[in-house]
């Protein structure tokens, strides 16, 4: 079956970091309408459809609407902008990039990322240390007039990358999480009859710490919460396989631990018995570091279970970021047919 393209694109493409996914709450909210009884937006800007059940078991499903980006923090004389970032950035894959700035005007300019450092014609030893994340800067191409009429302190900025198949696979900037939020979308498509409310959560403010879902999290007291979110896939030149983590083309990822959680032992077993009956392809997730929003929210209200639902990424982090299709496919499979047997879980310890 081929994925939702259309949908997917537009997830990708569509700007919004960290306390700024106005533009992503746009597309949750048209998404979730259609496919939930009641949506709503929280103070923290995530945006929740319910989807109503008669049971009490209440399933959080969690995928996170904000990219790593920038907030423009400082416009020269020459009308070059200077960037405070958000979230996790490697200054390497920086180098020479495209961004797109979103105004207060809602305008969209195109600009180069550039390093503070001289053409390599005339570059000194000085010049070739690896960059610093504050020694970039945005060129807009505009005059400084121009520049500080269009752009304020505080508009935000993103990668420049379209979504592109290459292959069987998809890359681009921000897979990192709209794939889950385009999971999240495509299972409530596809399930059928279920007994347990379903929150499904397009969240706020993940790569600061988590912070959207831990306030909706809070609201909604789920009984159990379900995260997606990327993984790292290392099975590349340089990775090892006992350090690979995950490989694209294997299945989805259930994760048994990540730096911010260890996933429910019952609820692990729950979704990897569902996957060998189905016949979805999967793989087991240990992650040494990092963390998503089952993270946050599994340790309000004395506790949650939780597990997150990885889909195995490469490139995690930069312009590339790179997904399998089959594995895309297994995600959305899995979490469909979990949803609709919620009810039956027991996860009592
Ligand atoms: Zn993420």
Redesign the pocket.
Known sequence: MALNEALLKRLIETPGVPGREEQQREIAREELAALTDEVHTDPLGSVIGTKRGNGDVRVMVAG?TDEIGFLVKYIDDKGFLRLQTLGGHFPMNMVSQRVLVTTASGETLRGALQPQRKPPHVATEEDNKPPKVDEFFVDLGMPAEVVKEKVRIGDYAVMDRTLEKVGGRYIGKAM??RI?VFVMLEALRAMGDHEATVFAVATSQ??VGLRGAEASGSALKPTVVVAL??TLAIDVPGGGNENEITALGKGAALKIMDGYSISHPKLVEHFRSIAEREGIPHQMEILPFGG?DAGGVQRLHGGIPAITLSIPCRYVHTPNEMVDASDVQAAIDLLARYLEEAHTGDYAL
């Open positions: 996170h990192d999480d889950g993940e790569e979110d990327v998503t």
